[in-house]
């Protein structure tokens, strides 16, 4: 089955840094990627909308310059949190959908991060 | 537009009896709705699906849900609840041609021995 891996799954930085996460398609081509944000008991928000080879598409919100989202190849996004302060301490899970998986998203595990 | 209205945030059931978790949807065109499990830190699992096909939804693990158009409503529901089904349960709908996915709010279930 469709497999999209997340790396890291859990990360610490110090505030003012910036933190680069991952998103893998490792069995099919995702032609759109897609980022979420989850807060503690809370649902997923999305972030941005992601097509390989284009400008990420975000949701009404959501700081581009803060959240630079690359989708340079067919199996490969990234999101990198730029300058991060505590307040962007979440649970950031990506969700990818190939070209021949109608309505098929499979979501990454997903990564923890914390910013001190 | 389209929305989502998971109508429990927590769910309690004892082990072996049924699960009932209740969902309400609004779109303006015919949707595609989905069920996901997650379990903590964890990604999100597909459970079912709904494309327009029939209406009742055999998914994973022993859930299914019914689609009922009159209703707007999507609930999932098992005979008989384990103790792994104790998770976090989103029902999500889409276009019905794809893209962006709408999350509802979330229910959490507990399942006790």
């Known amino acids: 089955g469709a497999v999209v891996s997340q790396h890291p799954s859990w990360v610490i930085c110090k505030s003012g840094t910036s933190v680069k996460i991952e998103c893998r398609s490792l069995d099919f081509q995702a032609t759109t990627m897609f980022w979420y944000r989850q807060f503690p008991k809370q649902s997923l928000m999305l972030m941005a909308t992601s097509n390989e080879g284009s400008k990420a598409t975000y949701e009404q919100g959501v700081e581009k310059d803060k959240f630079l989202i690359n989708h340079a190849s067919l199996t490969l996004s990234t999101l990198t949190v730029t300058s991060a302060h505590p307040e962007d301490s979440s649970f950031y899970i990506c969700s990818a959908r190939g070209p021949g998986t109608e309505y098929g998203y499979t979501f990454g595990s997903g990564t923890r991060l914390t910013v001190v | 537009a389209q929305s989502v209205t998971q109508l429990d945030s927590h769910v309690s059931v004892s082990e072996g009896t049924p699960v009932l978790l209740r969902c309400n949807y609004s779109?303006?065109?015919?949707?595609?709705l989905f069920w996901y499990v997650q379990h903590p830190n964890k990604g999100l699992q597909l459970l079912l699906k709904?494309?327009?096909?029939?209406?009742l939804v055999k998914g994973i693990n022993g859930f299914e849900a019914e689609f009922k158009k009159s209703e707007t409503s999507f609930h999932l529901t098992k005979p008989s609840a384990h103790m792994s089904d104790a998770a976090e349960y989103f029902c999500?709908?889409?276009?019905?041609?794809?893209?962006?996915?709408?999350f509802g709010g979330g229910t959490r279930v507990l399942v006790k021995p």
């Open positions: 779109s303006s065109y015919s949707p595609s």
């Open positions: 999500v709908v889409s276009k019905a041609a794809g893209n962006k996915l709408t």
């Open positions: 709904y494309t327009s096909a029939a209406t």
